[in-house]
């Protein structure tokens, strides 16, 4: 069975420009959560997608965005990015509440 | 605020003996934990989790326990192996429909095990 996949690694962005992340869940999986990790914050919840609809929302500016697809994919964009967007983006998928969440290898991206 | 905390940055064992990771909430309506190992610039890996129903849980190696009258959890490994050497984060839930899947994490303990 696969993993949690996401896309890509590595992304390299200029302050102002915008960034899409992409995830794609476990087979089976319906819930898809995003994550934030710096040095700084520690890990820090984005948001959660689960039927193509967001269920719950960290405390992030409206600059971060996603949505999911029929078949479960998520996606995130962060716009008008900025140098304190550089992290690691992580995706993790579940069964819903009370499940065990597993993560992608992480989307890195640095904004210059 | 922070609701989950882990007060130790590091921790060092020698291989063979028992790591102890302790992890403490301060929302009670947290009810499912997890344990999550890390290494730098990947995704955290799934180790083990347990519900507020139960105080404790084992797989292999990896023992988790809670006691929900102190808001305390930890992990223990035994035998700690260098192996084990990551970046160790404690994580919490509340399992409504409502709440989702979000998982609040605690700041990590950075565990080596040494030869």
């Known amino acids: 069975k696969a993993g949690v996949t996401q896309t890509p690694r590595y992304l390299i962005k200029t302050r102002g420009q915008q960034v899409t992340l992409s995830c794609s869940p476990i087979?089976?999986?319906?819930?898809v959560s995003w994550y934030q990790q710096t040095p700084g914050q520690g890990l820090q919840f984005l948001f959660e997608?689960?039927?193509?609809?967001?269920?719950n929302k960290g405390n992030f500016p409206g600059r971060f965005s996603g949505r999911q697809f029929s078949n479960s994919r998520s996606e995130m964009n962060v716009s008008t990015l900025e140098l304190g967007d550089s992290a690691l983006y992580l995706c993790?998928?579940?069964?819903?509440?009370?499940?065990?969440?597993?993560f992608g290898q992480g989307t890195r991206l640095t904004v210059v | 605020d922070q609701q989950v905390k882990q007060n130790s940055p590091s921790l060092s064992v020698q291989e063979g003996r028992i790591s102890i990771l302790n992890c403490d909430y301060t929302?009670?309506?947290?009810?499912?934990f997890l344990w999550y190992k890390k290494y730098p610039a990947e995704g955290p890996t799934f180790l083990i989790s347990?519900?507020?129903?139960?105080d404790k849980n084992e797989d292999g190696r990896f023992t988790v326990f809670l006691n929900k009258s102190a808001k305390h959890l930890s992990l223990h490994i035994v035998p700690s192996q260098p192996g084990d050497s990551a970046v160790y984060f404690c994580?919490?839930?509340?399992?409504?429909?409502?709440?989702?899947?979000?998982?609040?994490f605690g700041e990590g303990t950075q565990l080596t095990v040494n030869p």
């Open positions: 929302n009670s309506m947290f009810d499912y």
């Open positions: 993790a998928s579940s069964n819903g509440p009370g499940t065990e969440a597993f």
């Open positions: 347990i519900s507020s129903i139960k």
């Open positions: 994580a919490a839930s509340v399992t409504q429909e409502t709440s989702g899947s979000r998982l609040t």
């Open positions: 997608y689960f039927s193509e609809t967001q269920r």
């Open positions: 087979s089976g999986h319906r819930s």
